[in-house]
């Protein structure tokens, strides 16, 4: 691997001092979809929660492009360009698309946003369409879109996105994880994606990193019959 973007070396985290994940090593090198998969409760969510400050790491560290950031708060991770796409999309919904993308850039200067919106759009044209519309009033294919796009607007390098298949048809996810992919070739972007068993999309990603009981190891695919 190319010197990696995100870099994991023997990381344990979890909550009120009681590890859920252990020992993880885990890289992802810059422009490199890679999806994490398990079941509930594998330790999927902690672990992209530890990467992007919101849990906390009680042992091993974590790099980005080179620097350890243990001890950094969320806000200068996201300053640095790490991004964060939660599960069930969490979108504002009495404020309007624009209003939920520009919260996704709160440390991005104003003359700015306008260019960052369109970035987006470029992606995701149904928002531009919608951008006056209120979050709520959506369907979940395009809050999805949303949720990704406001992660999108502070222009980051490694984006974390939480099971972003769940309740969606298959055509809108096709969507989604093609759009991904084009973010990854375009910006050179990194992206971590956690997903269910059911919902794994092996040839749409570089990677697949099984997490079961917090431990990790590689995926290997079994050949069709």
């Known amino acids: 691997m190319a010197d990696p973007r995100l870099e994991l070396k023997g990381v344990r985290a979890g909550y ?10 885990l890289g992802v090198a810059p422009g490199e979809i890679v999806i994490l998969v398990g079941g509930n409760g594998a330790g999927k969510s902690t672990l992209l929660q530890a990467v992007m400050g919101t849990v906390a790491v009680l042992a091993g560290e974590i790099r980005y492009d080179g620097k350890r950031i243990n001890r950094w708060p969320v806000a200068r991770r996201a300053r640095a360009g790490i991004s964060y796409s939660p599960e069930g999309r969490r979108v504002f919904s009495t404020l309007t698309v624009r209003e939920n993308l520009d919260a996704g850039a709160s440390h991005i200067a104003t003359r700015r946003l306008r260019d960052q919106r369109a970035e987006v759009f470029s992606y995701f ?3 531009s369409d919608r951008s006056d519309q209120l979050a709520g009033t959506l369907s979940g294919g395009e809050q999805q879109m949303l949720a990704i796009g406001r992660s999108l607007m502070s222009g980051p390098d490694l984006i974390l996105v939480e099971e972003p298949s769940q309740g969606l048809a298959p055509v809108i996810v096709d969507r989604v994880y093609g759009t991904l992919q084009r973010i990854c070739l375009d910006r050179g972007t990194s992206v971590v994606i956690a997903e ?5 999309r092996e040839y749409d990603c570089d990677r697949v990193v099984i997490i079961d009981k917090g431990m990790v190891r590689p995926y290997v695919a079994v050949p069709a019959p």
């Open 16 to 25: 009120d001092r009681v590890p859920v994940v252990f020992d993880v090593d």
């Open 125 to 127: 044209p149904i928002l």
């Open 196 to 200: 269910q068993f059911q919902q794994l």
